[in-house]
């Protein structure tokens, strides 16, 4: 779901490392403890939680207890005593942004015993600030929230000021202030009933009135005028309205505050304000804009008290793509990556050697060829490549190269599924029953016994590498299709070593697949959160085995560094577990093999909890809100009550005709959607505006495949015998607006192509003078075969000739593509306004664009 805008779409997404608070002020109580856990939202909008980190400052007690029984055993042995006295969250967040916002926010509560919670702080990045933070662990100051601070929201306003002839032929200057909407205000406690207030401020006078309040909604039609008296009557007037004498003009304003009706003893809550200078009238008679609303200046000093600080590394990314036809050079330049001789010539081989990490190239040249159907033979062509400059077999794909990356990437993608159903259930009984395995004598806690933990690690193990090796008619065909030519390339380039073509699968599958997944569940969808220190524990012990079972290395126990893993491995019978390591990697990496079974089998693409509406089936139900469950396969759209109940209701892929958003003002509630079927549409309230847009965006694309999709909709619900949209009342009329379009997908990896190849342009641009220094590498080289100058010696050429031409079409597409985005923020510049809907008084992101167009316009000239 792209933000429209003429000729272009805009993407925003986020990708946040929440890592550690410090230096957190202990609880106010006898034991000091807080359970604390930390929100990200956008605004005031929350889309995601970590984990409660329990008894946080209390580890700093037991870390001090264990030190002094430790003390001589840890110099010994290099242990360093640490005091934990912060928790530690370890979250990864990623969500694509729907709407626009003003800061990107992260709130501190701490959980007292009786569940209830306290909010301890906050963190508020403004958007236009997201850029320095880019990509880089920084340390945050927790600031204090004040009710008077928390605002959001717009309000829409027009100023008109008149000179007014009285009965008596007096004239006087009256000022008319319109307040026309609001949009986006908070909703405080779950609701949102607002009114403003308008005060005329100048000297020695306060004059105040006030607007109807508004019921249930955060979007406010106000629509009403109030007149002040800006200047006394008087018999004559030897200057116009225009002529106002400036002082008195620069000492009145205009503040609009907005409230929230309250029922609570305590008062209406405060929204947010907004004040306006009269001398904004000075050149017109009349003025019109949007604001942002403000926090209060109430004189109030802010509490400076330390509440610590948060770490945190936030990748904010905004793209601007143009419509399909703009990259036809650049995306057919890629495309054929795999059919240039030799590869390293390739366009998309360039990619990988000029960015400055292989990952930053790997993620989008993935997407972008899965799309279009060619990653595997691109991965063949560069894996091929790789192997044959390969010396030593036992080498073989261990860097972190564009292969590599390119593979991790595709086993990510096309794989997510494969290991939700091989490892997902074992991993939620090792988070849930917290089994010891500690095999460390050191690390063993009081009461623990080491041949228990060894032999409840051993069961761990042995369930979870008989479920890998045993499910290889799972492993998705793009990933056996690129692991039987990653095979076929090793055995034919080091004929002499009969396990290579085992190693060079394994390298992946074992290592860069089952045992990263096991080691973070949560980079994996395997588990919502990081898990706690000692699940962590047990699942990096049984990543580390599962991973050297994998290896089939000659000599496992000495592949471990610490004695106690060798000590540990005596358990396995190494010949038993290598016979079924190499009877899974053929499996998987066969020519013939393809999995038609699973085709058929039902694939989770989503589920999670929401409030729906009942849809009327039954003809005096009631039409009430419930929480449901639901459940998103490739077969069908389910709700129960809880999780693994029965389906109260179920909806086959072929009725869903269309999954569109909902108008606020159907029901007055935020982040609604319909599922459209044929006789009716089941009306749905998700969490937050993030996870409404992945529930849309998922359904979109099961409906995409119908042949019996709407191709118009009711953006409105049906109530009181008409339709709020159109206003039709015929239940069975046609919609009124386009439903959303876009070609039919794959429903598991939801990829838009001229998003990748507009990535894959803005790292080009990126690194334009990388793309010139090996220009002129391939310039060098064709003239002089000498030994290599070293600021050219970073570059893989192995053809000049040929790579100097793909960088001449990759530099030409990359300038056009940079014109036609310049030319486009010219356009823009010239027709957007400053306090327009889009762009309020206000916005320091839109007035820092409007400086840089401003300079680059001056340059021009």
């Known amino acids: 779901m792209a933000v429209e805008e003429e000729g272009l779409r805009v993407f925003q997404s986020v990708r946040i490392k929440i890592g550690e608070l410090k230096n957190l002020p202990s609880y106010p109580g006898p034991n000091k403890m807080r359970d604390c856990y930390c929100t990200v939202n956008l605004d005031q909008e929350e889309v995601f939680r970590t984990k409660i980190v329990e008894k946080s400052l209390c580890q700093a007690n037991n870390a001090r207890k264990k030190s002094k029984l430790r003390c001589k055993a840890g110099a010994s042995s290099g242990i360093i005593s640490k005091c934990e006295t912060s928790p530690f969250y370890g979250e990864d967040f990623y969500c694509e942004i729907p709407r626009s916002f003003r800061h990107l926010s992260f709130y501190i509560f701490d959980r007292d015993v009786f569940r209830r919670d306290s909010i301890i702080g906050k963190v508020a990045i403004q958007k236009e600030d997201l850029q320095k933070y880019h990509n880089r662990d920084t340390w945050f100051q927790v600031q204090h929230v004040d009710a008077d601070s928390e605002v959001q929201g717009k309000v829409h306003l027009e100023l008109r000021l008149s000179e007014v002839i009285t009965d008596t032929g007096a004239i006087c200057h009256k000022l008319a202030t319109r307040v026309l909407e609001c949009q986006g205000l908070p909703i405080v406690n779950g609701q949102c009933d607002p009114y403003a207030t308008v005060t005329l401020l100048g000297p020695s006078r306060s004059e105040v009135k006030k607007t109807k309040v508004k019921k249930k909604t955060n979007n406010p039609q106000f629509e009403e005028v109030f007149y002040f008296e800006v200047t006394k009557p008087c018999s004559y007037s030897k200057k116009s309205h225009f002529e106002i004498e400036e002082d008195e003009v620069d000492k009145m304003e205009i503040r609009v505050d907005l409230w929230n009706a309250s029922n609570l003893k305590f008062g209406d809550e405060f929204l947010g304000e907004r004040r306006i200078p009269l001398k904004v009238l000075r050149q017109a008679t009349s003025y019109e804009a949007w604001y942002f609303l403000l926090p209060r200046d109430n004189g109030k000093s802010l509490k400076c008290d330390d509440l610590g600080s948060l770490r945190l590394n936030v990748v904010y990314t905004e793209d601007h793509v143009f419509s399909s036809e703009y990259y036809n050079s650049l995306r057919d330049l890629l495309l054929k990556s795999a059919d240039v001789e030799p590869v390293s010539a390739s366009a998309a081989h360039v990619l990988g050697e000029v960015c400055r990490e292989k990952q930053e190239a790997a993620i989008p040249l993935v997407r972008l060829f899965l799309h279009y159907g060619k990653i595997v033979p691109f991965i063949s062509a560069i894996?091929?490549?790789?192997?044959?400059?390969?010396?030593?077999?036992?080498?073989?794909?261990?860097?972190?190269?564009?292969?590599?990356?390119?593979?991790?990437?595709?086993?990510?993608?096309?794989?997510?599924?494969?290991?939700?159903?091989?490892?997902?259930?074992?991993?939620?009984?090792?988070?849930?029953?917290?089994?010891?395995?500690?095999?460390?004598?050191?690390?063993?806690?009081?009461?623990?016994?080491?041949?228990?933990?060894?032999?409840?690690?051993?069961?761990?193990?042995?369930?979870?590498?008989?479920?890998?090796?045993?499910?290889?008619?799972?492993?998705?065909?793009?990933?056996?299709?690129?692991?039987?030519?990653?095979?076929?390339?090793?055995?034919?380039?080091?004929?002499?070593?009969?396990?290579?073509?085992?190693?060079?699968?394994?390298?992946?599958?074992?290592?860069?697949?089952?045992?990263?997944?096991?080691?973070?569940?949560?980079?994996?969808?395997?588990?919502?959160?990081?898990?706690?220190?000692?699940?962590?524990?047990?699942?990096?012990?049984?990543?580390?085995?599962?991973?050297?079972?994998?290896?089939?290395?000659?000599?496992?126990?000495?592949?471990?560094?610490?004695?106690?893993?060798?000590?540990?491995?005596?358990?396995?019978?190494?010949?038993?577990?290598?016979?079924?390591?190499?009877?899974?990697?053929?499996?998987?990496?066969?020519?013939?093999?393809?999995?038609?079974?699973?085709?058929?089998?039902?694939?989770?693409?989503?589920?999670?909890?929401?409030?729906?509406?009942?849809?009327?089936?039954?003809?005096?139900?009631?039409?009430?809100?419930?929480?449901?469950?639901?459940?998103?396969?490739?077969?069908?759209?389910?709700?129960?009550?809880?999780?693994?109940?029965?389906?109260?209701?179920?909806?086959?892929?072929?009725?869903?005709?269309?999954?569109?958003?909902?108008?606020?003002?159907?029901?007055?509630?935020?982040?609604?959607?319909?599922?459209?079927?044929?006789?009716?549409?089941?009306?749905?309230?998700?969490?937050?505006?993030?996870?409404?847009?992945?529930?849309?965006?998922?359904?979109?694309?099961?409906?995409?495949?119908?042949?019996?999709?709407?191709?118009?909709?009711?953006?409105?619900?049906?109530?009181?015998?008409?339709?709020?949209?159109?206003?039709i009342t015929s239940e069975s009329a046609p919609g009124c607006s386009p439903c959303t379009g876009g070609l039919p997908a794959n429903i598991q990896l939801v990829i838009d192509g001229d998003r990748e190849t507009e990535r894959i342009y803005f790292l080009f641009n990126t690194y334009m003078p990388k793309l010139e220094k090996m220009q002129e590498a391939c310039g060098s080289k064709s003239v002089y075969d000498g030994p290599e100058e070293e600021e050219y010696s970073t570059f893989l050429i192995d053809d000049p000739q040929e790579t100097y031409k793909t960088l001449r079409q990759i530099i030409f597409a990359v300038r056009t593509l940079e014109k036609e985005h310049a030319q486009y923020k010219r356009d823009k510049f010239k027709k957007t306004k400053y306090g327009s809907q889009e762009h309020p008084i206000g916005d320091k992101s839109f007035q820092s664009y409007i400086r840089q167009q401003s300079e680059i316009s001056a340059h021009s000239i």
């Not at 090793?490 to 860069?512: E, H, M, N, P, W």
Request: some cysteine.
């Open 383 to 727: 894996a091929n490549a790789e192997v044959n400059r390969t010396q030593d077999p036992n080498t073989i794909f261990r860097g972190n190269s564009l292969t590599s990356k390119c593979i991790d990437e595709t086993m990510k993608l096309a794989g997510m599924h494969y290991l939700q159903v091989t490892l997902k259930p074992i991993i939620d009984e090792i988070c849930e029953v917290h089994k010891p395995c500690e095999v460390d004598p050191v690390k063993l806690k009081d009461g623990e016994n080491l041949e228990n933990n060894k032999e409840n690690l051993r069961q761990y193990v042995d369930r979870i590498f008989n479920v890998i090796t045993k499910s290889g008619v799972r492993c998705p065909t793009v990933m056996c299709d690129i692991f039987f030519s990653l095979r076929e390339s090793a055995a034919k380039r080091f004929q002499g070593d009969q396990d290579v073509r085992y190693t060079a699968v394994s390298s992946f599958i074992f290592l860069r697949f089952f045992a990263p997944a096991i080691l973070s569940p949560n980079l994996f969808q395997l588990s919502p959160h990081h898990p706690d220190p000692q699940t962590s524990r047990t699942l990096t012990l049984i990543s580390k085995t599962i991973q050297t079972l994998g290896s089939l290395s000659k000599s496992k126990s000495a592949s471990f560094k610490e004695s106690f893993m060798a000590s540990f491995f005596d358990y396995f019978n190494e010949q038993k577990y290598a016979d079924a390591v190499k009877n899974f990697l053929d499996l998987i990496s066969s020519s013939g093999r393809r999995d038609h079974k699973s085709i058929e089998q039902p694939i989770l693409l989503k589920e999670g909890f929401m409030i729906k509406r009942a849809q009327g089936r039954k003809r005096f139900g009631m039409k009430n809100f419930k929480k449901r469950w639901f459940r998103l396969t490739n077969h069908e759209f389910t709700y129960q009550k809880s999780k693994g109940d029965h389906p109260l209701c179920s909806i086959p892929i072929e009725n869903i005709l269309a999954a569109e958003k909902l108008e606020e003002e159907s029901f007055k509630m935020k982040n609604m959607f319909q599922v459209i079927q044929p006789e009716r549409a089941l009306y749905i309230q998700a969490n937050n505006c993030v996870e409404a847009k992945d529930w849309i965006d998922i359904l979109t694309k099961v409906s995409q495949c119908n042949q019996k999709r709407l191709t118009v909709y009711h953006p409105s619900a049906y109530l009181n015998g008409h339709w709020l949209c159109c206003k």
